[in-house]
């Protein structure tokens, strides 16, 4: 199968439109909980870079609130998560709404995992490569360990599949992560909660 961009967008369309569709009472759900929980507000929105670093707004269940300390700092992921922020992140149930993103060509179903924007110029030559093609709601990174492995090897997890995609790649990862979620093996997707900020590496 020649796996061109153009079948692989395809592909996403395709599958993201069945997925929202076999999902959507799940979404209806889990929206009508959140808009309870969390003020009127069932959604997160972030930006993002995204393909060639051109920055789109993430879609996600937010499972936080906004409570602030006495300076104005957001308090901690554990002070913030909500009950049923917990159940959501559990099994990854905060991600569907990614499947927006697809549709709307911001976001691929697999990928490099979208970081944070401040991180762009810390990027050496070697680690921009993973903006050479749309950032995944899933990825190789995030079936090699994701957050119990550093920066530098979660960006070399994420150029090598940039310069390996295939169909058969992808169906590989999509299976690894049904497995991930379906035995809870680290299902957060954020690691911009669970890892460290990322403050660069050096140039190779």
């Given at each position: 199968m020649n796996y061109n961009p153009n079948i692989k967008r395809f592909l996403d369309i395709l599958f993201s439109i069945l997925g929202l569709v076999f999902l959507f009472p799940i979404f209806l759900l889990v929206m009508l909980l959140l808009?309870?929980?969390?003020?009127?507000?069932?959604?997160f929105l972030q930006t993002r870079p995204?393909?060639?670093?051109k920055p789109f707004k993430i879609i996600k269940f937010k499972t936080m609130n906004d409570k602030k300390d006495p300076n104005?700092?957001?308090?901690?992921?554990?002070?913030r998560v909500?009950?049923?922020?917990?159940?959501?992140r559990k099994y990854s149930i905060?991600?569907?709404?990614?499947?927006?993103?697809?549709?709307?060509?911001?976001?691929s179903l697999i990928g490099p995992r979208p970081l944070l924007v401040k991180y762009l110029d810390l990027y050496n030559d070697?680690?921009?490569?993973?903006?050479?093609?749309?950032?995944?709601?899933?990825?190789?990174?995030?079936?090699?360990?994701?957050?119990?492995?550093?920066w530098e090897q979660k960006f070399d997890f994420d150029v090598f599949y940039v310069q390996n995609i295939?169909?058969?790649?992808?169906?590989?990862?999509?299976?690894?992560?049904?497995?991930?979620?379906?035995?809870?093996?680290?299902?957060?997707?954020?690691?911009?909660?669970?890892?460290?900020?990322?403050?660069?590496?050096?140039?190779?």
């Open positions: 808009i309870f929980f969390n003020n009127g507000k069932p959604f995204g393909f060639n670093s104005g700092n957001l308090l901690p992921y554990e002070q909500t009950r049923a922020g917990v159940f959501i905060d991600e569907i709404p990614q499947l927006i993103n697809v549709i709307l060509g911001d976001m070697h680690q921009k490569q993973r903006h050479n093609t749309r950032p995944g709601i899933s990825g190789w990174a995030q079936v090699n360990g994701r957050n119990s492995i550093s295939s169909f058969a790649f992808d169906l590989k990862i999509i299976m690894l992560t049904i497995k991930k979620i379906m035995f809870k093996e680290n299902v957060n997707f954020n690691e911009n909660l669970n890892m460290p900020e990322f403050k660069g590496s050096k140039t190779h």
